[in-house]
């Protein structure tokens, strides 16, 4: 009786302390916040070839498994050894999905560089036309209203002033500074490329050694959880893979067609700029609920310099495209695999995306999703502890529950 009074006090003395350790862990991590992020970074600026062999597998693992298993299938009547027929499997995988990851990569660059370039040599040269093409349409607009016309572009030829002066005054000035930046910026991206490139051989050996990394995992998990506790966070791993696969490698899929369709149109509409907007559309794509919006924006803008009216049916065509991929393209690929409503969708785009940038807007989704889990299986564990429902309808318009009966009392 003694002992089993002792191991109560001890397991209440255990949860306070786990729980005062967690608040104290919360509150050190938002009062040294950017030293914990600034540390971060360093961590994750070492391991940078890591995490990018890391995503590179995992984008590509779908692939590399329906090649293995095609080989194997393919190759039953010659190779007659399972491991050889497998091995095999795995060497024409290897060598698919790294043409695949180079023909991705390469083949955007040397298709986007030239055009892009253009593009942005084309929106220089274009600017002054621009500005005195906007304002010739403003001009015929508000010919009407002269009133209106001098309020307006009274407003025009300030902003068109601060640009030049802006121009004249802080980029001329400081143009041995801007080139220094410039040149940090090509250092940056050398290293970006050497990531890659080492992120390549890490993919190859993480796409190859995947099925026995799983298992060393799991054999550590087993090995100091309970049973009970490691066959539920197995359950629970295998549900991130599925939010995670499903969603990201979806929204890309999306985000491509969305870009290809977006290219091919604004073609058929002649307008100024398809590959660059294309590819800022599709790329933005990837960011669920603001994306579209997003990447509209500059874009308007860069076709609002060459014409207005043009401008105006492009705004349309984003509209019709952004309603398209959220009502019938994005659910015939995507489906509901989150499970979130619009307002938790919203909720985590903010908030990662303000703790993590663009990254955290393209994760914030699925990432929210499993926490979204995870806490509605807590709150349904707890409930059914009390021995009270976890059916959210009796909830609505609960005024109290009876402590003895434990029946729901509506409010009246």
């Not at 068109?160 to 940056?188: A, C, H, M």
Request: hydrophobic share 55%.
């Amino acid at each position: 009786m003694n002992n089993e009074k002792y191991q109560k006090y001890i397991y209440w003395g255990v949860t306070a302390f786990l729980a005062l350790s967690g608040v104290v862990l919360v509150v050190f991590l938002l009062v040294e916040f950017d030293g914990v992020m600034d540390a971060a970074g360093t961590v994750t600026g070492i391991l940078a070839p890591i995490l990018y062999g890391a995503v590179f597998a995992y984008l590509l693992a779908p692939v590399y498994n329906w090649i293995r298993n095609l080989v194997v299938h393919a190759t039953e009547r010659i190779i007659t050894s399972p491991e050889k027929r497998k091995g095999f499997g795995s060497f024409i995988a290897t060598i698919v999905s790294v043409v695949m990851w180079i023909l991705a990569v390469f083949g955007i660059i040397s298709m986007m560089i030239p055009q892009l370039w253009e593009s942005v040599m084309g929106i220089v040269e274009a600017l002054p036309a621009g500005f005195m093409n906007l304002q010739r349409w403003l001009e015929q607009v508000l010919a009407d209203n002269p009133d209106m016309e001098e309020t307006v572009m009274e407003y025009y030829s300030m902003a068109v002033g601060y640009l030049q002066n802006w121009v004249t005054n802080d980029v001329v000035p400081n143009l041995r500074k801007i080139i220094g930046e410039v040149s940090n910026g090509v250092f940056t991206f050398l290293n970006v490329i050497k990531n890659m490139l080492i992120g390549i051989i890490v993919m190859v050996y993480l796409l190859n050694m995947k099925e026995k990394l799983l298992t060393q995992m799991k054999m550590i998990l087993y090995s100091i959880c309970p049973v009970k506790l490691a066959n539920k966070l197995l359950e629970e791993g295998r549900y991130v893979h599925q939010i995670f696969g499903g969603f990201i490698i979806g929204k890309l899929v999306d985000s491509l067609i969305i870009g290809i369709m977006c290219f091919v149109l604004l073609n058929v509409m002649k307008m100024p700029y398809v590959l660059l907007i294309s590819v800022i559309i599709g790329v933005t794509n990837v960011i669920p609920f603001f994306g579209p919006f997003i990447g509209a924006i500059p874009s308007a803008f860069l076709i609002l310099l060459v014409s207005p009216v043009k401008c105006l049916y492009f705004v349309i065509f984003i509209l019709l495209l952004q309603q398209f991929d959220g009502n019938i393209l994005g659910p015939k690929i995507l489906g509901d695999s989150t499970g979130l409503s619009s307002f938790w969708v919203l909720f985590s785009i903010l908030l990662f995306g303000g703790l993590f940038g663009f990254v955290g807007m393209i994760i914030g989704v699925p990432t929210f999703a499993v926490i979204y889990k995870l806490v509605t299986e807590l709150v349904t564990y707890r409930l059914g502890k009390r021995r009270l429902s976890a059916d959210i309808g009796k909830y609505e318009n609960l005024d109290h529950i009876d402590e003895d009966q434990k029946t729901f009392i509506k409010k009246r």
